[in-house]
C-alpha cells in the first residue's frame, strides 16, 4: 500500500457511505525533517513532487468542471496549512499559463504575508468596506501570475465580515479577474469562517497533521462539511515521519 494512503485510510471507511469522494491524498514534509533512524533524504524534493501530484488530480485531472476557486483549511492551528496552500499555489503558477490569486482569509492568524515576505497592509478587509476593483486590493508577488490578496486591515471585529453579503460579490469578481483563486482560511476545528468561505468556492483541500491531528476530530469536521454541502477535494497528510529507510518504501 502506498504511505500516502495507509495513515488516512481509517478515515475513508468511516466515509463510504458519504455523498462527497473520498479525498486523494498527499505527502507534505518540511525540508528540515528526517526518518526515525536518522536518515535524511531529498525531502524538498518529495514534498515539491508530492504537491505537483496533488496540483493535478485537482486542477489539471478533471474532465468536467476543473475547479477554479479551492479552499485550503487545516484541522487545527499549527497543521501547515497555509505553507501548504502557498506551495500549490507557486507549482499551479509554474505548470499553467494563468494567473493565480492567494487568499489570505485567515484573519485569526494570518501567515501568507510573512511567508511572501510582505505585509498585511490592505487587502480583503479593505476589499469588504471600501469600493473599487479588487485587483486594486492585491498585489503581485511573484513574476506576473502570482497575486496575494492579503488580510488587510484587521480589526476585532474582521471575522464577521466573512458573513457578509459583499464577500459572495468580492468572490464573483475573484473568478472573473483570476484564473485560480486559492484560499487559506482558518482551522476548521476551532471557527466556523472556512465552512462560509466553504460556500464560496469549488471545494475544500483538508489539512492533516500525522501524529498531531486526532482521528475523532477529523470525522466530526467531516461530517461538518457534508452537512453544510462543501466538496472535499483532496487531504492532505502532513509532517509524515518514516520508521523505516525511504528506500524500502519503493518496494512495497
Known amino acids: 500500500m502506498s504511505r500516502n494512503f495507509e495513515l488516512m485510510q481509517q478515515f475513508g471507511e468511516h466515509s463510504e457511505a458519504a455523498s462527497t469522494p473520498k479525498p486523494s491524498v498527499i505527502l507534505s514534509k518540511a525540508p528540515e525533517e528526517v526518518c526515525t533512524n536518522g536518515a535524511h533524504f531529498g525531502l524538498a524534493q518529495i514534498a515539491h513532487e508530492e504537491t505537483l501530484r496533488l496540483v493535478q488530480r485537482i486542477f489539471l485531472q ?8 479551492v479552499l485550503f483549511a487545516g484541522i487545527d492551528h499549527g497543521n501547515g496549512c497555509s505553507q501548504i496552500c502557498l506551495s500549490v499555489a507557486e507549482t499551479l503558477a509554474s505548470t499553467v499559463k494563468g494567473s493565480v490569486c492567494l487568499v489570505e482569509a485567515n484573519f485569526r492568524s494570518p501567515s501568507l504575508p510573512a ?41 476585532a471585529d474582521s471575522p464577521n465580515l466573512l458573513n457578509s453579503d459583499h464577500i459572495r460579490a468580492r468572490f464573483e469578481e475573484l ?78
Open 115 to 155: 511567508l511572501l515576505g510582505t505585509t498585511n497592509h490592505y487587502g480583503l478587509v479593505d476589499a469588504l468596506m471600501k469600493e473599487g476593483p479588487i485587483r486594486s486590493f492585491a498585489k503581485p508577488v511573484q513574476a506576473d501570475n502570482v497575486w496575494l490578496l492579503s488580510c488587510g486591515s484587521l480589526t
Open 62 to 69: 478533471q474532465k468536467e468542471k476543473p475547479p477554479h476557486a
Open 175 to 252: 473568478r472573473k479577474e483570476f484564473d485560480y483563486v486559492l484560499v487559506d482560511a482558518p482551522p476548521l476545528n476551532r471557527y466556523a469562517d472556512a465552512t462560509a468561505l466553504g460556500r464560496l468556492t469549488d471545494g475544500l483541500v483538508l489539512i492533516v497533521e500525522a501524529h498531531s491531528t486526532r482521528k475523532e476530530a477529523t470525522l466530526m469536521v467531516m461530517e461538518s462539511l457534508r452537512a453544510a454541502q462543501i466538496p472535499v477535494l483532496g487531504a492532505v497528510l502532513n509532517k509524515r515521519t518514516f520508521p523505516i529507510p525511504e528506500s524500502l518504501y519503493h518496494r512495497l
